[in-house]
């Protein structure tokens, strides 16, 4: 009994093992993986990397070109660029990650309860999906933002509203195909009930390729909560996040560059990172749709 339940959590470890070998091979996986990390970096060990408390303002240092002292240069308030785009990297991570997670997890439920319940109850979600999903947003933002004002809680509320009809669907489609399958069948005739057969049964098969698609959809949420923040709905000044900094070399791109290139060069590495790892991902579990 011992050696039979020790068995599984073996292969699942080489399972892993292979996966991660087959991640490491792909020179693009690879770039992306190194990208995401940096990244991660950054924001993690903010504190040890700069001597610069991002909200510090100091006039006498304005508008300042990169160099040993600030190696982004600073800002129209004297504010260390560097450190702003460090800790702006906690914010645009944590955002991306909390909300992402909150997202998944009410699309799986709904999406769920709309595969396996019945048809007028698939209907109705459905319905509901395109509901939600209709709402163009920056106009949901806009209208989340007159209600609650500008926070960092507005932002998260906008890309849960935004991801969540997307998971939802996808879940319910796979649901659909799964629910007549022979295990299926086997659980309802041994009596399982219709939470056990959801928990059990269809859930694991459905949340693998959501994962990939979630770690896919993290650099769109990073630019939502830019976007929402460059357009002055979402936290809060003096909070660094890589939107307001963005916003606070727009208007003067032309005489002090840096700014914006610091606001948006991190936007771009997380993108590109976070989109060649996931592209990766999904060619390493799904070899089917390897070069779509």
Known sequence: MSEATSNPPVRHSSEFARSLRRLLREPLGVFGLGLVLLVVFGAVFADFLTQWDPTRINPRDRFLGPSADHLLGTDQLGRDLFSRVLYGGRIALYVALVSTAISLAIGIVLGLIAGYGPRWLDNLMILLFDAMKSFPTVMLALALVTIVGPSLTAVMIVVVLVNVP?????????????????????????????????????????????????????????????????????????????????????????????????????IIVTTLGFTFLGETLRDVFDPRLKGR
């Open 166 to 266: 997307g998971y939802a669907r996808i879940v319910r489609t796979q649901t659909i195909a799964i629910k007549s399958s022979e295990f299926v069948t086997a659980a309802q005739s041994m009596g399982a009930s219709t939470a056990r057969i959801l928990r059990v049964h269809i859930m694991p098969n459905v949340i693998g390729p959501l994962v990939i698609l979630a770690s896919m959809d993290i650099p769109v949420v990073i630019a939502i909560e830019a976007g929402m923040s460059f357009l002055g709905l979402g936290v809060r000044p003096p909070t660094p996040s890589w939107g307001s900094i963005l916003n606070d070399g727009f208007s003067q791109i032309r005489e002090t560059p840096w700014i914006a290139i610091a606001g948006g060069l991190p």
